[in-house]
């Protein structure tokens, strides 16, 4: 892992290197039985160098905490490409081909049991599908590499449209209900018993 981080924060292998302050890893628990992945970093987080810190990732932390979840202990947070692209568009084609590969070996490292895509672009890009539509992949589990994976709105996304919370909200307690299965049954979440 510390191998593969030192080979993303010195990566000149696309042209979005040029333009970065920062390359992002990644962060969490290298261990962790859950493994989230965004699309790319915006400008907060290529000036922080950490995943999702800015009102998306805030929002993600509510999310997570409502869950019962914490960045440092459940979660492994990534991304598609690691480095921003200009003005947020979303990265090209070339670019996802060139950095996907670090993003399938640092899912290989961590060996989570369940995958939950943030968005259409992550959902789209991991499952290697374009015509993938995320008002009617998410919530649903699939199967990808021997793993659960599951694609969510991205949190941009309800920041836009406040009332995809709700379905939001369903999809992830269907990953408490599979964490509890999986992974811990004893695990807490004060907005969820059941
Ligand atoms: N949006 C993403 O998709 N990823 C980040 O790291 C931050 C915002
Ligand atoms: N559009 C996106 O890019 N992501 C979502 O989650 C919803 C709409």
């Excluded at 970065?20 to 039985?33: K, S």
């Excluded at 950095?99 to 991991?126: F, M, W």
Aim: proline share 6%; with cysteine.
């Amino acid at each position: 892992m510390e191998r593969l981080k030192q080979r993303i924060l010195t990566c000149t292998a696309c042209p979005l290197h040029s333009d970065r302050n920062h390359a992002i890893f990644g962060e969490g628990n290298t261990n962790a039985e859950i493994f989230l992945v965004g699309e790319a970093p915006g400008a907060d987080e290529d000036r922080v160098g950490r995943p999702f810190i800015g009102k998306s990732g805030q929002l993600l932390d509510k999310i997570l905490g409502a869950c019962g979840f914490t960045r440092q202990q459940h979660v492994f947070i990534s991304n598609i490409v690691r480095c921003r692209p200009p003005n947020n568009r979303v990265p090209t084609n070339r670019e996802v081909e060139t950095c996907i590969p670090y993003l399938h070996e640092q899912i290989d490292l961590v060996n989570p049991r369940i995958i939950i895509t943030l968005g259409s672009t992550a959902t789209r890009k991991l499952l290697n599908d374009e015509s993938c539509k995320i008002t009617a992949a998410r919530g649903h589990w699939l199967q990808w590499n021997n793993r659960l994976l599951m694609p969510v709105y991205h949190p941009a996304a309800l920041l836009r449209n406040p009332r995809l919370k709700k379905d939001t909200w369903e999809d992830f307690k269907k990953v408490i209900r599979t964490y509890r299965k999986l992974v811990d049954p004893s695990h807490c979440s004060e907005h969820f018993r059941e």
